[in-house]
């Protein structure tokens, strides 16, 4: 997807129309105790707010807003997950009435298979990462005549999009934002926001230091696979970069910061004491992010991203407990 294919301002305020017939606009807050420990001024994402807990439900309603205006409906729509997008396009298929098949991994996150099946997901489990279930969605998706709904797609960023725009909106004075990178749709949209805004900000990608595909593929210049390790960041836990994503995030990006499952862990536990609010591994990592270069972010406003809450309780247990 070339740069010239990002959302405009119009498409993003279009988009912003598309979504809020289901949800309002997502609160973002200065958190006092999370700028104190941090050190600065902390703005705050709460995409933990939206019906499914996460910011992918934005890109599957315009995804399928697209789909509809294209023509005729598909009968059935297959997509693989780590959870979020799959209810994502769960949510958006079953407003639209169409049959969704989502293939996950083996061992994924209990509670988002569950909140998926609520959805009217039809579930299947294969393979033993997201790369692997991706393959095996496609396959399926090509054998039963179904629409393969991708990770990255020009129509999901322009969902993706409203969430940065609504936040540079609400606090323009912005200097740097940290934004995760699980399959690039996230950081595409910031910088689509940033662009369509005009804003100056800067924008730092977040990796799991378990799983560096993208912070390896901007290194090389191409895309580089690597192994998936992360037992906490599932939202992160990406083997194979996407390349339209790279092509996108290259000349956009300040920088790739690579978090711990330690520095994640850290980071859930801080945001539960400062905000009370349940983050998962991915939304946590944006705060993790921002709390490694602490020393160097004094006197400047960051933004982070709380850009999901769906942890399994037994995990959110675990990670308090190990305070």
Known sequence: MPLAALP????????ARTVYREFQATPQYRWGLSSQRLG????????????????KIRGGLTYFEA????????????????????????????AHGVACTIVVPHGNSHEKNAAMRALGVTL??????????????????AQRGAHMVPSFHADLLSGVATYWWEFMRAVPQLDVVYVPIGQGSGACAAIAAKLALGRKLRIV??????????????????????????QLADGMACRMADEAALAILRPHLERIVQVTDEEVAQAMRDLYADTHNVAEGAGAASFAAAMQERVSLRGQVV?????????????????????
């Open 8 to 15: 405009s301002l119009q498409q993003i305020e279009h988009a």
């Open 67 to 94: 789909l509809q205006k294209s023509g005729p409906m598909p009968a059935e729509v297959v997509s693989a997950t780590r959870g979020n997008h799959g209810q994502s396009i769960g949510w958006a298929a079953r």
């Open 40 to 55: 600065t001024d902390c703005w705050i994402k709460h995409e933990n707010h939206t019906p499914v807990g996460a910011f």
């Open 303 to 323: 933004g982070t991203t709380l850009c999901g809450g769906n942890v399994d309780s037994a995990v959110l247990a675990g990670v308090l407990a190990n305070a």
């Open 124 to 141: 299947i489990e294969h393979g033993e990462d997201f790369q692997e279930s991706r393959e095996f969605a496609q396959q399926l998706a």
């Open 205 to 230: 990608g977040v990796v799991s230091a378990h799983s560096t595909t993208y912070a390896d593929s901007l290194a090389a210049g191409r895309v580089v696979a690597a192994p998936v390790t992360t």
